[in-house]
Every structure is written in C-alpha cells, then in structure tokens.
T-cell receptor
Framework: AQTVTQSQPEMSVQEAETVTLSCTYDTSENNYYLFWYKQPPSRQMILVIRQEAYKQQNATENRFSVNFQKAAKSFSLKISDSQLGDTAMYFCAFMTTPEASGSARQLTFGSGTQLTVLP | KAGVTQTPRYLIKTRGQQVTLSCSPISGHRSVSWYQQTPGQGLQFLFEYFSETQRNKGNFPGRFSGRQFSNSRSEMNVSTLELGDSALYLC?????????????FGEGSWLTVV
C-alpha cells in the first residue's frame, strides 16, 4: 500500500515571499501520478499541479512548481510570490497508473499542511 | 463547463437514520469517486464507480454504499448513521478509462449526525 507523508502541519509566509511545502511518499511502483491540491476555507478541493513519475521534468503552473525527486520519493511544492489567496490547506496525493490499478482511480492523501500567507 | 456538483451541501441527521448524497460529475466524465474527510482520519477513499460499476472500494463498513446511473451521476448512501459519520463527503470525477488521470472535486456535502 502507498503512503503519503506531509511532515509540516502548519506553515506561514509573508506576502510576495516564496515558500516550499514538503511531501514524501512510499511506493514500490515505478510509474504513478502525484498531485498537489489546495483546500481553502470554502473546503473546495482545487487541483494545483500534477506530476507524472515517468517525466523527469518538474511540473510548473504559473507561480507553482514542484521539485520531484523520484529516487528520494520526494515531491515538494514551491509557491513563488505568495498571495493572500494562497492561504489554504495543501494536500499532497498519490495515484497509481490505470495500467497498474485496472483503470481504477484512487487518491491517497497526506495529512495536509495549513499554509497562511501574512500581509 | 460546469464542475462537479454535489447536493445537498449541508444536512443534519439523527443517529440511526440514513442519508443519500448526490453527485453530478463534469460533463463527459465517467468515473466518479467519493471521499470522506474528518479532522481525525483526514481524507479517506470510499469507493469509485465507472460505467455504473463499482471499480474500487475503500475500507469502510457495509453501511456505506453507492451507485452510479447511466448518465454518470452518482449517489452514496449511509445507513444507520453513527455520530462518527459526521464529516465532509467529497465527490470527485475524472474521464476514466486509460487516460484522463486528473481528478476534480466538488464542493462537498457537510453531514452532521446528532
């Protein structure tokens, strides 16, 4: 079974600064997907960024980028130019590929990191 | 394009009652999955449906059940409610099949059991 660990329950950052959220995972599979979701106070789960394990290039979405270290099983999220609207709970999540899971879709989540952006 | 829609958004039930939650996936999405979120247990996978068939199930008692209709809309049912069932229930959809590996979530249904 896969596990996802987020060791930072809470973090804060000044507006316009950069912050990095950590995530490690454990799996015996060679190919898989990793995601970062944010959950603001509204509790809507919003996709931030996704990474496919077979791709060596780190994913980037505007101010959000990841540092994917496959050998270390590490998947950190960097938020640049932090904005007040980035305040949310951030979840790291793992998903097996359809080929390995019989096409089933199931996310395994970490416990989350509450990020507060300070004005 | 409309997102994942869940109804009702909030509800209060009494212990022993049953509840049905509804989910309409993004148009064209055939996979619908359900998650339970609680402060103590975090986010836990309940089950996933694809083309009206349950494809995967999490470690929850049989009181939790679901189904999917031919239009991909899904419902989940919890019978004989317990206080511990109080949670945010999140529905998610994806294209399914061999592609469409991104999962999108609805706003959730808040269930309070008293």
């Amino acid at each position: 079974a896969q596990t996802v660990t987020q060791s930072q329950p809470e973090m804060s950052v000044q507006e316009a600064e950069t912050v990095t959220l950590s995530c490690t995972y454990d799996t015996s599979e060679n190919n898989y997907y990793l995601f970062w979701y944010k959950q603001p106070p509204s509790r809507q789960m919003i996709l931030v960024i996704r990474q496919e394990a077979y791709k060596q290039q780190n994913a980037t979405e505007n101010r959000f980028s990841v540092n994917f270290q496959k050998a270390a099983k590490s998947f950190s999220l960097k938020i640049s130019d932090s904005q007040l609207g980035d305040t949310a709970m951030y979840f790291c999540a793992f998903m097996t590929t359809p080929e390995a899971s019989g096409s089933a879709r199931q996310l395994t989540f970490g416990s989350g990191t509450q990020l507060t952006v300070l004005p | 394009k409309a997102g994942v829609t869940q109804t009702p958004r909030y509800l209060i039930k009494t212990r022993g009652q049953q509840v049905t939650l509804s989910c309409s996936p993004i148009s064209g999405h055939r996979s619908v999955s359900w998650y339970q979120q609680t402060p103590g247990q975090g986010l836990q996978f309940l089950f996933e449906y694809f083309s009206e068939t349950q494809r995967n199930k999490g470690n929850f008692p049989g009181r939790f059940s679901g189904r999917q209709f031919s239009n991909s809309r899904s419902e989940m049912n919890v019978s004989t409610l317990e206080l511990g069932d109080s949670a945010l229930y999140l529905c998610a959809s994806s294209l399914g099949g061999r592609t469409g590996n991104t999962i999108y979530f609805g706003e959730g249904s808040w269930l309070t059991v008293v």
